[in-house]
């Protein structure tokens, strides 16, 4: 499961290679989050089209970030609530991972919206990771890729916000309907079998930066 960006997404991924997945279109993530409402409704359609239990499963994957910071509480505390209650280890994806699994392209660069106006996103060569994942304006990203000589293909919410000015710098974008802008759970299942075991309560979010909302002195 992921819930980094506004769209909840689910997948069971059997060991015989099948694949029962929602994986929302791209407008959804121009829509405000409902993971509350989502997630779980969309966990329990993908188990009963698997035709699976959660005693059947041999672990949960879940997208730890970054993004929203209510999208991924909801998504840890469920994951981590469902694996506690039934048994089952946990295993960390990198949501930018995921995400760049969906680019069709050698140089990869997922973008998710952080707000504030900026981008959290990270560099793939392949499965290579370049850069680590990082939160930072557009025109610092495009000083970074200029210095570096990339030109990948960038694709999620970030880079359909930021179209404009990662055009400009020759940084090739999909139309705002592919799906590759999409944080697919096909892509955190497949990452995760390659992933560790963990308990449900060692796994916690990478928000890459403090939260927006902040105590009051």
Known sequence: M???????????????????????????LRDPPAHASELMPALADVMAQAGVGWGDLDAIAVGIGPGTFTGLRIGLATARALGSANG??????????????????????????????????????????????????PKELLERLRDGNFRPLAAGDGSVRFRGMLEEAGIQVPADDSQAHVVRALHVCRLGAEAADEPPEAVLPDYLRDPDAKPQQ
Do not use: K, Q
């Open 88 to 137: 089952l280890p946990l295993r960390r994806v990198s949501s930018l991972a995921a995400l760049a699994a969906g680019i069709e392209a050698p140089l990869r660069l997922p973008l998710v919206d952080a707000r504030r106006g900026e981008l959290f996103g990270a560099l793939y060569d392949g499965s290579e990771r370049l850069w680590a994942p990082f939160a930072a304006p």
């Open 2 to 28: 992921d819930t980094s960006t506004s769209a909840a997404t689910a997948c069971v991924l059997r060991a015989d290679g099948e694949i029962f997945e929602i994986a929302p279109p791209p407008a959804r």
